[in-house]
């Protein structure tokens, strides 16, 4: 989920007014980088991925996008050479600017139709997209970051984000947050580092927490461990990608927020193991001297045993 935030003099009119009459959410949009627009030599349009409109209101003379990104736009029919994409990207946003009554808006109803597919494989898709906008200044020493779908750490099975945006996993469910990125050039400094960060008290990081970045592109992948409690919680996972100390090369950073919901199923046996475990410890003494003093301490070992389970083993989440 992204959100896009305009002033009213950057929305073209026609667009004003679905947002107006709430005609806009469910649609879908292309989300694209735009530079120079107004240049008559260096534009450069590059279409990026495709979205969902989810909200849309204007607030304030501020117009207010929130946006569910789904698939990246297939670039095979763009070129790799910067001048080209620059010839294309003019006469487009000429389209654009004549669409408009000669006006340029970065939030535009209509767009002229782009050399553009969607399906495919999306890490291919991806990495072609970032291809070429390493082209442009404003990213030709940036390095981009994929975090594809969490998956089970133990299977294929993937955990699907809810429609507001949130990853739900439970605390018998541990995670594998796969993590790609890629660089146009590679350079020792400054010193790259990737990282995931958590809250470190419902959920935390059970693999490495940081990786030196020391070429332009690989993969790898942090492990998110939910900690068991007695109630569901809120939290979130941050992924970012840069220096560690601020400077000229920008950083990447990616955050979504996880519910982490404990599991009533394991409340109700701990509940169960737990009295059961009480009341074979307290039946030597309701049994009395009288009773074996044999069958006294064997029931309150097994209950000792039960209450064991219930605190050390089913209070703490499986590896």
Same mark, same amino acid.
């Given at each position: 989920?992204?959100?896009? #935030? ?9 667009? !004003?007014?679905?947002? %107006? ?7 879908? @949009? ?42 990246? *736009? ?8 910067? @001048?080209?994409?620059? *010839? ?18 970065? @939030? ?45 750490? %133990?299977?294929?099975? %993937? ?24 660089? !146009? ?18 959920? #935390? ?46 950083? %990447? ?44 301490? *064997? ?21």
């Amino acid at each position: 989920m992204i959100q896009f #935030r305009y002033e009213a003099q950057y929305v073209a009119p026609p667009l !004003q007014q679905k947002v %107006a009459n709430k005609e806009i959410i469910g649609q879908r @949009a292309l989300i694209g980088f735009v530079a120079d627009a107004t240049s008559p030599d260096d534009a450069f349009l590059l279409p990026v991925r495709v979205a969902e409109i989810v909200a849309a209101e204007c607030v304030a003379e501020v117009f207010l996008f929130k946006l569910r990104v789904t698939e990246h *736009v297939d670039l095979d029919d763009y070129s790799l050479a910067r @001048a080209d994409i620059g *010839v294309q990207s003019r006469k487009a946003i000429d389209k654009i600017i004549e669409g408009n009554s000669g006006s340029y808006y970065p @939030a535009v109803l209509k767009y002229p139709a782009l050399p553009i597919r969607t399906g495919g494989d999306q890490a291919q898709l991806w990495i072609s997209v970032a291809r070429r906008l390493a082209l442009h200044p404003t990213f030709e020493n940036s390095y981009f970051m994929r975090v594809d779908q969490p998956a089970h750490l %133990a299977g294929p099975g %993937a955990f699907p984000f809810e429609p507001q945006g949130r990853l739900s996993l439970g605390d018998l469910k541990p995670a594998r947050l796969p993590v790609s990125f890629y660089s !146009q050039r590679y350079a020792e400094t400054p010193k790259i580092t990737l990282t995931c960060s958590t809250d470190g008290r419902f959920l #935390r990081v059970s693999s490495d927490a940081s990786h030196d970045v020391a070429l332009r592109y690989d993969s790898t992948e942090f492990w998110l461990q939910p900690d068991a409690s007695s109630f569901d919680a809120l939290t979130h996972v941050t992924i970012r990608l840069g220096p560690e100390e601020a400077g000229t090369t920008p950083v %990447a950073s990616v955050r979504f927020s996880v519910i982490i919901k404990h599991s009533r199923v394991r409340l109700l046996s701990r509940v169960i193991i737990s009295a059961a475990g009480a009341i074979l410890v307290a039946a030597p003494a309701i049994l009395g001297p009288s009773s074996s003093l044999s069958l006294r301490i *064997v029931l309150a070992v097994v209950g000792s045993g039960f209450l064991s389970a219930a605190t050390i083993v089913m209070g703490r989440p499986r590896s």
